[in-house]
């Protein structure tokens, strides 16, 4: 069995090039182990008389069988300890760390914060929404995002910038004049139905959102009352409705 070899000029190794031989070593000495152990075996079978093809000695007493036996117990105790110490090794190999690369430029600073714009209805009581009408949301309770406003008079939203916008909405109301008994509520994006709340119970809280996509710009978000008949707003409590729009 030849010796291993190893590069001429160690230091043009990488440290990927380095570990690798680590390994490679280990597997080198598993090898030599195994056949130093075949060795260690087939000196007990020339002892025995049962190595194939070779006749054993004549004379063999027991006590030659036992100190070889001996002589083979201890090589496995060493060959044992080998064993763990290449187990360690090898361990260590396999789980050095990653080397650190130099640092890449700095990417550009995204946007990780939320902004948008939160109302609500603190109207008289009983205020009446009529059929096909924009719901108003007369208080702002905050606004931090500069490219959305909203009218008071209209109740038109003006988005003045692109992109994807979560709005959360809901009225307190207290009665409808549709014969059915339903209520219904929408989202309409520069007139365009998104999407819609309906609810046949028209005494009580109800809700509804969307997601909306702005590419047009500047773009009008109304929440309206989208059916023919009005419907009334709850005198209690003082808050009968509100709005949020995110992105």
Do not use: C
Not at 77 to 88: I, K, R, V, Y
Not at 216 to 226: C, G, H, L
């Amino acid at each position: 069995m030849s010796l291993p070899t190893f590069p001429i000029d160690p230091a043009s190794l990488t440290r990927d090039d380095a570990i690798n031989q680590i390994i490679s070593s280990i597997a080198m000495e598993e090898l030599g182990l195994s056949h130093i152990l075949n060795a260690e075996g087939e000196k007990l079978q020339y002892l025995l008389g049962t190595l194939s093809g070779v006749s054993g000695p004549v004379g063999v007493t027991v006590d030659q069988i036992l100190a070889a036996n001996a002589s083979v117990t201890s090589l496995l105790g060493a060959a044992a300890d080998n064993q763990q110490a290449l187990t360690d090794k090898l361990q260590s190999a396999l789980s050095a760390s990653v080397q650190t690369g130099p640092t890449g430029p700095t990417g550009p600073t995204g946007s990780s914060m939320l902004s948008g714009i939160q109302m609500q209805i603190i109207s008289v009581p009983n205020k009446i929404i009529n059929g096909n009408e924009a719901i108003i949301f007369d208080e702002l309770i905050t606004n931090t995002n500069s490219n959305i406003s909203y009218d008071v008079t209209t109740g038109e939203f003006s988005i003045l910038s692109p992109g994807s916008y979560v709005i959360h909405w809901w009225v307190n109301a207290d009665g409808s004049t549709d014969p059915s008994g339903l209520a219904a509520v929408s989202i309409y994006v520069n007139g365009i139905h998104h999407s819609s709340a309906v609810t046949p119970t028209t005494t009580g809280y109800f809700a509804g959102q969307g997601l909306i996509s702005i590419n047009v710009v500047p773009s009008i978000v109304t929440i309206v009352n989208d059916t023919q008949y009005a419907f009334q707003l709850s005198w209690f409590p003082p808050v009968q409705g509100g709005i949020l729009i995110y992105s």
